[in-house]
Nanobody, 126 residues
């Protein structure tokens, strides 16, 4: 099992930036795809971004494409989400999770992920 801890959330004005971190312990992330999801109050958890274990394949939700970037630093067992040009509709709790299997892939489906972190709150004011 992998323990994941997200950090870096906060309150920011529209147009601002934040960098979220997802630090892992218990097992190396280097053999897993990783993803970020988010959940706003009253809404379902939705896919934001994902990266394969090799880093050569990434995917983004249409709503964040061109504004958010997912990266990984296996030496630090950490995955990042750089968020630029933030909008009020980006307000949510952001979660990281690892792909369910040892495989160089990712998906947009929450059911394909395990070992979710506790989340970090991002609030974007208009």
């Amino acid at each position: 099992q992998v323990q994941l801890v997200e950090s870096g959330g906060g309150l920011v004005q529209a147009g601002g930036s934040l960098r979220l971190s997802c630090a892992a312990s218990g097992r190396s992330l280097s053999v897993y795809g990783m993803a970020w999801f988010r959940q706003a109050p009253g809404k379902e958890r939705e896919f934001v971004a994902a990266i394969s274990w090799s880093g050569d394949s990434r995917g983004y939700a249409d709503s964040v494409k061109g504004r958010f970037t997912i990266t990984r630093e296996d030496g630090k067992n950490t995955v990042y989400l750089q968020m630029n040009s933030l909008k009020p509709e980006d307000t949510a709790t952001y979660y990281c999770a690892r792909f369910r299997a040892y495989d160089n892939m990712w998906s947009r489906d929450t059911g394909d992920y395990r070992d979710w972190g506790q989340g970090t709150q991002v609030t974007v004011s208009s």
